[in-house]
Nanobody
Framework: QIHLVESGGRSVRSGGSLRLPCAAS??????????FAWFRRAPGKEREGVAS???????THAESVKGRFTISQDKAARMLYLQMNKLEPEDTAMYYC?????????????????????WGQGTQVTVSS
């Protein structure tokens, strides 16, 4: 099991940027064997996948964030990141990082929440117009 801790969420104006880090408490030699992802849940909506990154650094981004958000990782530091640019009010949500052992289940999509087994507590991002 991996302990995940997100941070960096705050209120920001439309058009602004944020970078969300997620720290993974896991043995360094095990980190590279996992698929990591960011999900978000907006008020009244289902949790949706935002982006995922595989152990070979292959990334997938949801259509709604392509060109604006970028997922990345620092394997040595066991850190996952989500760079969010050109934020819109529709991006307001609780953002969660998640992990699953092995390769990402679907190389072309972020996948379902049930594909991931470990979750952080979330960090709130609020975008005002």
């Amino acid at each position: 099991q991996i302990h995940l801790v997100e941070s960096g969420g705050r209120s920001v104006r439309s058009g602004g940027s944020l970078r969300l880090p997620c720290a993974a408490s896991i043995d360094p030699y095990r980190y590279p064997t996992y698929c990591f992802a960011w999900f978000r849940r907006a008020p009244g909506k289902e949790r949706e996948g935002v982006a995922s990154i595989d152990s070979d650094d292959q990334t997938t981004h949801a259509e709604s964030v392509k060109g604006r958000f970028t997922i990345s990782q620092d394997k040595a530091a066991r850190m996952l990141y989500l760079q969010m640019n050109k934020l819109e009010p529709e991006d307001t949500a609780m953002y969660y990082c998640a992990a699953a052992p092995g390769h990402c289940a679907d190389p072309e999509h972020v996948g379902k929440p049930s594909d991931y087994f470990d979750w952080g507590q979330g960090t709130q991002v609020t975008v005002s117009s």
